[in-house]
Nanobody, 123 residues
Framework: VQLQASGGGLVQAGDSLSLSCAASGRTFSSLYMGWFRQAPGKEREFVAVIRWSGTYYANSVKGRFTISRDNASYRVYLQMNSLKPEDTAVYYC???????????????????WGQGTQVTVSS
């Protein structure tokens, strides 16, 4: 599975930004898809995942971010509203083909990672 994320950029606090991730190489509908982020000097952290049972979010983004997918176009999206400076990070699109996704907040659960896209939120 190849993942290509796009849509990052520099915005001001309170602005919105939409990330997109294009997948290829495997039947997209069978994949659990999610987003992680990594800020300078910090570990990668879970942001959101879309599973068969629904969507799940980190507490820090709940109510502000929305994950969605379009199986027909092999894409997953992350709509980010009310952005804060602490949202500044490299955002990674991830995929899990195991069919279980039991520990969806753990980076090791996802065997496929995109190259990352930088999101910078100025105060």
């Amino acid at each position: 599975v190849q993942l290509q994320a796009s849509g990052g950029g520099l915005v001001q606090a309170g602005d919105s930004l939409s990330l997109s991730c294009a997948a290829s190489g495997r039947t997209f509908s069978s994949l659990y898809m999610g987003w992680f982020r990594q800020a300078p000097g910090k570990e990668r952290e879970f942001v959101a995942v879309i599973r068969w049972s629904g969507t799940y979010y980190a507490n820090s983004v709940k109510g502000r971010f929305t994950i969605s997918r379009d199986n027909a176009s092999y894409r997953v999206y992350l709509q980010m509203n009310s952005l804060k400076p602490e949202d500044t990070a490299v955002y990674y699109c991830v995929a899990d083909s195991s069919g279980r996704n039991a520990y969806y907040t753990r980076p090791r659960t996802y065997e496929y990672w995109g190259q990352g896209t930088q999101v910078t939120v100025s105060s």
